[in-house]
């Protein structure tokens, strides 16, 4: 049963450390997606890619977040430094998306971040 | 992006049939609509999509009148398992990103 994984599931850290998330994309997807969700503000897009190159990070913070796909079958979520508005559970989600198919999103369980 | 307005709570008992409508006022033509399901602490869950006039699966249907700016959502005889939170999407095409808003909360109880 395939299925996306993300790493860790849950992280606690203090202010100003760096937070690494990990996702591993199901084989094959190659659309992959970073969401963050909050009470307040619900799932929020905040990277996108295609075939490993980013499409769209226009939500997310640039001074301190960076989202990367070193290679097909991992993308990583880097928080540098980290804040207490970071808190937040980050949602990894993949599919196999073209032009022209408008086929589902698979999302992992997500890491719920705490950063105090 | 088409603008979707889906009602923020609902209430059902077990067995009963569950309907959540979704307007989408400024779809176009492209656009596809589709349903996402969300438990707590895990991430969305493809429920349905659809075009127009009527999908059925093993999970729910979908019905989008011919003007396509609504559609529903049907839940046959909810059980106490599907409660959570309801997400309506507006999809463009196969490369676009997943937008999504607030979403219903359906509540069932016993």
């Known amino acids: 049963d395939a299925r996306v994984t993300q790493t860790p599931r849950h992280k606690v850290t203090e202010m100003g450390q760096e937070v690494t998330m990990r996702c591993q994309p199901i084989?094959?997807?190659?659309?992959v997606f970073w969401y963050r969700q909050t009470m307040m503000q619900g799932l929020e897009l905040l990277a996108y890619?295609?075939?490993?190159?980013?499409?769209?990070d226009s939500g997310m913070p640039k001074d301190r977040f960076s989202a990367e796909m070193p290679d097909a079958t991992l993308a990583t979520l880097k928080i540098q430094p980290s804040e207490p508005r970071d808190s937040a559970v980050y949602f990894c989600?993949?599919?196999?998306?073209?032009?022209?198919?408008?086929?589902?999103?698979?999302f992992g369980q997500g890491t719920r971040l705490t950063v105090v | 992006l088409a603008k979707i307005t889906q009602p923020i709570s609902m209430d059902s008992y077990e067995g009963q049939e569950v309907n959540i409508t979704c307007s989408h006022n400024?779809?176009?033509?492209?656009?596809?609509i589709t349903w996402y399901q969300q438990f707590p602490s895990q991430g969305p869950r493809f429920i349905i999509q659809?075009?127009?006039t009527k999908v059925t699966n093993e999970v729910a249907s979908l019905f989008i009148p011919a003007d396509r700016k609504s559609s529903t959502l049907s839940l046959p005889r909810v059980s106490l398992s599907d409660t959570a939170v309801y997400y309506c999407?507006?999809?463009?095409?196969?490369?676009?990103?997943?937008?999504f808003g607030k979403g219903t909360m359906l509540l069932v109880s016993p």
């Open positions: 400024n779809i176009a033509t492209n656009d596809y």
């Open positions: 890619f295609r075939n490993r190159a980013p499409l769209d």
């Open positions: 989600a993949s599919g196999p998306r073209d032009r022209g198919r408008r086929t589902e999103a698979f």
């Open positions: 999407l507006v999809e463009d095409s196969g490369y676009s990103t997943l937008t």
């Open positions: 659809g075009y127009k």
């Open positions: 084989l094959g997807h190659n659309t």
